[in-house]
């Protein structure tokens, strides 16, 4: 079985500008989590999508936003890029249920410059 | 507010020896319980989860022991190796907050030959 693919995996852009991420979920996982990391504040949720609808959201601001395809897919969006939005961000595949195990894409490294 | 903490962010072991992680939570709604393992720039790998119905679950080497009174958690590693050296973080979810992963800061774990 296919893991999770997230492209792309390294992007650099430059502050002010959109960047837009993708994740292929685990075939038959209809849950996909996005999530930043960075040193400072550690592994933080930005939200959930589940059968096309956000189901959870995280403390984020509004310059953030996902959605979810029909064959599950996901992208995230981030507009007006600041530099601090530079950090690994990871989607996560899961099955429909809150009790069972999400498994990780290798993540996309965002630079702003 | 922090509600999965790893208070420990680096444990040193010695190889053959064993290796306890602790995590402490702080929502009495979380019902799910789950150990990373995570190398820098990769996403997290699953290790080994725990319901709350349970107070122990082991998978080979890997044991993991919830005492749910004391909202404590622990990763147990018999025997350790070198190449579990990384970081492992502890999350946790609520089955109301559907797939959401809360997780702690992380400890870096070295097991030296």
């Known amino acids: 079985k296919a893991g999770v693919t997230q492209t792309p995996r390294y992007l650099i852009k430059t502050r002010g500008q959109q960047v837009t991420l993708s994740c292929s979920p685990i075939?038959?996982?209809?849950?996909v989590s996005w999530y930043q990391q960075t040193p400072g504040q550690g592994l933080q949720f930005l939200f959930e999508y589940f059968s096309e609808t956000q189901r959870n959201k995280g403390n984020f601001p509004g310059r953030f936003s996902g959605r979810q395809f029909s064959n599950s897919r996901s992208e995230m969006n981030v507009s007006t890029l600041e530099l601090g939005d530079s950090a690994l961000y990871l989607c996560?595949?899961?099955?429909?249920?809150?009790?069972?195990?999400?498994?990780f894409g290798q993540g996309t490294r965002l630079t702003v410059v | 507010d922090q509600q999965v903490k790893q208070n420990s962010p680096s444990l040193s072991v010695q190889e053959g020896r064993i290796s306890i992680l602790n995590c402490d939570y702080t929502?009495?709604?979380?019902?799910?319980f789950l150990w990373y393992k995570k190398y820098p720039a990769e996403g997290p790998t699953f290790l080994i989860s725990i319901s709350s119905i349970k107070d122990k679950n082991e998978d080979g080497r890997f044991t993991v022991f919830l005492n749910k009174s004391a909202k404590h958690l622990s990763l147990h590693i018999v025997p350790s190796q070198p190449g579990d050296s990384a970081v492992y973080f502890c999350?946790?979810?609520?089955?109301?907050?559907?797939?959401?992963?809360?997780f702690g800061e992380g400890t870096q774990l070295t097991v030296n030959p």
């Open positions: 999350a946790a979810s609520a089955r109301s907050s559907g797939s959401r992963l809360t």
């Open positions: 075939s038959g996982h209809r849950s």
């Open positions: 929502n009495s709604m979380f019902d799910y």
């Open positions: 996560a595949s899961s099955p429909d249920r809150g009790d069972t195990e999400a498994f």
